[in-house]
């Protein structure tokens, strides 16, 4: 009870502080760490960090989430560029079981995790990012 009102209250914070109806990827790296996430060592992503993914992104950020797992944070400046790479990403993921990753979409953001994640953990990320 009291890590949900704890969960709460940061999201709440960091709600009144976002900048209109978009949010960074600072202030979401922000909000999971406040809420006892990790994201650590965040680094701006390079053409190199995108792989084969459209770069269509305004911002994006690769954050520490575990030993041998990574999430991207990126924002966008339209819903279509940000639709197009959830759908690459929930395509790879769907056309094989190595490629799966976790997609949270909230307002311009798009959080992408690690598929060896644990479902109760993704939980926990999308929670955070949907109460900004």
């Known amino acids: 009870m009291k890590k949900l009102l704890f969960l ?4 709440l914070f960091l ?31 390079t053409k190199d960090d995108y792989g084969m993914a459209p770069m269509a992104a305004e911002e994006g950020k690769i954050v520490k989430i575990g030993d041998d797992m990574n999430a991207r944070i990126l924002s966008f400046e339209n819903e279509e560029d940000l639709d197009k790479m959830k759908a690459y990403y929930d395509d790879l993921g769907e056309a094989s079981a190595i490629f799966f990753s976790w997609t949270i979409k909230h307002k311009n953001i798009l959080v992408q995790l690690g598929g060896d994640l644990e ?8 929670e955070v990012l949907e109460g900004l």
């Open 15 to 45: 709600t009144a502080c976002s900048s209109g109806g978009n949010l960074t990827t600072d202030e979401v790296i922000e909000a999971f760490q406040g809420a006892g996430l990790q994201a650590e060592d965040p680094k701006e992503m």
């Open 8 to 11: 709460l209250l940061a999201a």
């Open 119 to 126: 479902e109760e953990k993704f939980n926990e990320y999308k």
